[in-house]
C-alpha cells in the first residue's frame, strides 16, 4: 500500500503558483519524498526528489517539513501543460526498489 | 535520463488471445519493472525482471498469465496471456537509473 496521502484533486489559475500537498506521517528515517506526474496517455514522469531538506530544480520546489511528516511540491509558474495526476511516493533510495503508486493528486491548471 | 521504447503503443485485441509487449532500454539495466494501470487508476506493479532469473511477481500476478522474459540488459517482454476484457489497461515498463525510475510510454490494451 501506497505510504502516502494526497488531496484527490486541485484547481489552480494559470500563472500561479501551484502547491500540492502529500502526507507521510509514516516514514522512516531512510526513505526519501518522490513526485512524479502523469500527463495524459504518457508515462510517469520524475519530478524531483528529497530527503529532509528542500530542494529545488527547474520544474519545481520541494519543502519537506521538519518532521519530515509532510512536504509539498510547488509549481511557481503554473501552465496549461502541466495539467497532469502527481503522485507522492515515499521509498528508500536504494536502486531496485520499485515505487508503490498512490492514486495522486489530479492538478487542472485553468486558464 | 534513460530512453525506453515500448511497443506497441496500443492494441485491439480478441478475449482469449496473447499479446507480447516488448521493452528496450537505450543502456543496460540489471532489473526492469512492468507496471499495470487499468482505467482512471494509478499504476500497480506487476513483476520484477531481473537478467538471468526468473522474474518476482506481485500479490496477484501469476507467471501462467503475465509471463515475462528478459533475456539481456536491455530488452524485456511481457506478455499478457488468454486475454478478457478485464485485462484491458495500460501497460509500462520501467527502469531504475541514479535512484529516479523511468518510464516507457506505455502500452494501451483493449480487449475485446
Known amino acids: 500500500d501506497a505510504k502516502t496521502t494526497q488531496p484527490t484533486s486541485m484547481d489552480c489559475a494559470e500563472g500561479r503558483a501551484a502547491n500540492l500537498p502529500c502526507n507521510h506521517s509514516t516514514i522512516s528515517g531512510n526513505e526519501y519524498v518522490y513526485w512524479y506526474r502523469q500527463i495524459h496517455s504518457q508515462g510517469p514522469q520524475y519530478i524531483i526528489h528529497?530527503?529532509?531538506n528542500n530542494e529545488t530544480n527547474e520544474m519545481a520546489s520541494l519543502i519537506i517539513t521538519e518532521d519530515r511528516k509532510s512536504s509539498t511540491l510547488i509549481l511557481p509558474h503554473a501552465t496549461l501543460r502541466d495539467t497532469a495526476v502527481y503522485y507522492c511516493?515515499?521509498?528508500?533510495?536504494?536502486?531496485?526498489?520499485?515505487?508503490?503508486f498512490g492514486p495522486g493528486t489530479r492538478l487542472s491548471v485553468l486558464p | 535520463s534513460a530512453v525506453i521504447s515500448q511497443k506497441p503503443s496500443r492494441d485491439i485485441c480478441q478475449r482469449g488471445t496473447s499479446l507480447t509487449i516488448q521493452c528496450q532500454v537505450d543502456s543496460q539495466v540489471t532489473m526492469m519493472f512492468w507496471y499495470r494501470q487499468q482505467p482512471g487508476q494509478s499504476l500497480t506493479l506487476i513483476a520484477t525482471?531481473?537478467?538471468?532469473?526468473?522474474?518476482?511477481?506481485e500479490s496477484g500476478f501469476v507467471i501462467d498469465k503475465f509471463p515475462i522474459s528478459r533475456p539481456n540488459l536491455t530488452f524485456s517482454t511481457l506478455t499478457v496471456s488468454n486475454m478478457s476484457p478485464e485485462d484491458s489497461s495500460i501497460y509500462l515498463c520501467?527502469?531504475?537509473?541514479?535512484?529516479?525510475?523511468?518510464f516507457g510510454q506505455g502500452t494501451r490494451l483493449t480487449v475485446v
Open positions: 525482471a531481473n537478467q538471468g532469473s526468473e522474474a518476482t511477481y
Open positions: 520501467s527502469v531504475d537509473r541514479n535512484t529516479e525510475a523511468f
Open positions: 528529497g530527503l529532509k
Open positions: 511516493i515515499v521509498r528508500v533510495d536504494n536502486y531496485g526498489q520499485n515505487f508503490v
